[in-house]
């Protein structure tokens, strides 16, 4: 599967974006789907998952109640809402496809065996 990412940009602290990771070359359905992020001099860290089915979903709790992860069967593609931003969630936002390792695996990158490419989220105070 191939991801691309998009949807970021540059906004007001307290604005809201709609990150899109589109798949193309197998279904989303066979992946467990994340959403990771990267700040500048930071590691990249865990923001969001749901398992396969789409049924069960992760959150970090910075984001937590925050953040909504999404997908749309009909379109491949998985979504993340931002709502609130904080100058703090100024990242590159890099959506990943895991189909290796177990449910219990979601927050640990090395168990995602395929990235997008990034989008980055700029948030001003």
């Known amino acids: 599967v191939q991801l691309q990412a998009s949807g970021g940009g540059l906004v007001q602290a307290g604005d809201s974006l709609r990150l899109s990771c589109a798949a193309s070359?197998?279904?989303?359905?066979?992946?467990?789907m994340g959403w990771f992020r990267q700040a500048p001099g930071k590691e990249r860290e865990f923001v969001a998952a749901?398992?396969?089915?789409?049924?069960?979903?992760y959150y970090a709790d910075s984001v937590k109640g925050r953040f909504t992860i999404s997908k749309d069967n009909t379109k491949n593609t998985s979504y993340l809402q931002v709502n609130s931003l904080k100058p703090d969630d100024t990242a590159v936002y890099y959506c990943?496809?895991?189909?290796?390792?177990?449910?219990?695996?979601?927050?640990?990158?090395?168990?995602?065996?395929?990235w997008g490419q990034g989008t980055l989220v700029t948030v001003s105070s």
């Open positions: 070359g197998r279904t989303l359905s066979a992946y467990r």
């Open positions: 749901f398992s396969k089915s789409g049924g069960t979903t």
């Open positions: 990943a496809a895991g189909n290796i390792g177990y449910l219990i695996h979601y927050p640990l990158a090395t168990y995602y065996n395929k």
